[in-house]
């Protein structure tokens, strides 16, 4: 065994975010040992090994489509199983670094036990949770709730020893909130060789594009209504004047998953929704 040792902590299930799943079993093939910290569907092992990594998942599903307060206090009663459960592990064998995935991003906190001891705090952030508050909030909480997000986005990131983002985007608004370029590192989610190598790669469709092959715009992602995915949707019936064969394919999870159309046609084109 490797006495490099890694944990992760994420509330999401394990197998549905490629991002936590790809990088730990990235860190395996490097040779590290690692363990994953994740919520359960009632189906689903307390502990498996999958891959070479550890998963321990919290006796809790995260849910979608719930309201801000309800959210908010799943994300503290995990806070606190998780926190028990990687002191419990750490205790067994320490870790030399805690890798946290956002949202929430005070989720870092679970990682106090370890850091005290010596380990490394990473926080990955995927979403910003003041953007992506004052898009959930209504009414005049949504002030409030920003301004929470803010705070609790200023300690967890000065908490951290080192901050990843998906991309220049993200890593710009946090600049622009104080966090220093030098702390920060994108890893953008790119599609991974070993299942996507080059000698599977099809040429390019240079023909007219018919019924049996069309022309493919896929998403992949939240369904949620902060995404625009209605947006897409009548773009792609305007397309379909200059592209007839033109298809929209979409695959994900979230609550607006009912409101997504599952294939059918509108003004003469095909809007697919793959779950």
């Given at each position: ?8 902590v994420?509330?999401d ?19 590290y040992?690692?363990?994953v ?7 689903e092992?307390?502990?498996?090994t999958?891959?070479g990594v ?6 809790m599903?995260r849910?979608f489509g ?7 206090l799943n994300?503290?009663?995990f806070?606190l ?7 419990w592990?750490?205790?067994?064998h320490?870790?030399?670094v805690?890798?946290?995935?956002n949202?929430?991003d005070?989720?870092v906190?679970?990682a106090l036990?370890?850091k ?6 990473i ?7 003041p953007?992506l508050m004052?898009v959930k909030?209504?009414g005049w ?9 803010l705070?609790q ?6 908490f ?18 104080g ?5 920060m590192t994108?890893?953008m989610?790119s599609?991974d060789p070993?299942?996507f ?6 040429p ?8 049996t092959?069309?022309f493919?715009l896929?998403?992949?992602?939240t369904l ?8 897409a949707?009548r773009?792609?019936a305007?397309?379909?004047a200059v592209v007839p ?8 999870r979230g609550?607006?998953?009912?409101i997504?159309p599952?294939d059918?046609?509108?003004?003469g084109?095909h809007?697919?929704?793959l779950i």
């Amino acid at each position: 065994m490797s006495s490099y040792r890694i944990c992760a902590v994420t509330f999401d299930r394990y197998f549905f975010d490629p991002r936590v799943r790809r990088l730990a079993e990235a860190a395996v093939d490097g040779g590290y040992d690692m363990d994953v910290v994740c919520v359960r569907q009632p189906q689903e092992k307390y502990h498996e090994t999958c891959n070479g990594v550890h998963i321990y998942r919290v006796p809790m599903d995260r849910g979608f489509g719930r309201a801000l307060p309800l959210t908010i206090l799943n994300w503290c009663y995990f806070l606190l199983l998780a926190t028990v459960i990687v002191a419990w592990l750490h205790r067994k064998h320490p870790y030399k670094v805690v890798h946290v995935h956002n949202m929430p991003d005070f989720l870092v906190f679970s990682a106090l036990v370890p850091k005290l001891f010596g380990a490394k705090v990473i926080l990955d952030i995927q979403d910003s949770s003041p953007e992506l508050m004052a898009v959930k909030a209504r009414g005049w909480t949504r002030t409030i709730v920003v301004r929470l997000a803010l705070w609790q986005e200023r300690i967890s990131v000065a908490f951290a020893d080192h901050i990843i983002t998906i991309g220049w985007t993200l890593e710009r608004v946090l600049q622009r909130r104080g966090v220093p370029k030098k702390k920060m590192t994108s890893i953008m989610n790119s599609a991974d060789p070993k299942f996507f190598p080059p000698s599977l790669r099809c040429p390019p469709n240079t023909t007219a594009f018919t019924e049996t092959r069309p022309f493919v715009l896929m998403y992949h992602g939240t369904l949620a209504e902060r995404q625009g995915l209605d947006i897409a949707i009548r773009a792609v019936a305007l397309a379909s004047a200059v592209v007839p064969h033109i298809r929209l394919d979409m695959k994900g999870r979230g609550e607006h998953l009912p409101i997504v159309p599952k294939d059918v046609d509108i003004y003469g084109h095909h809007i697919f929704c793959l779950i």
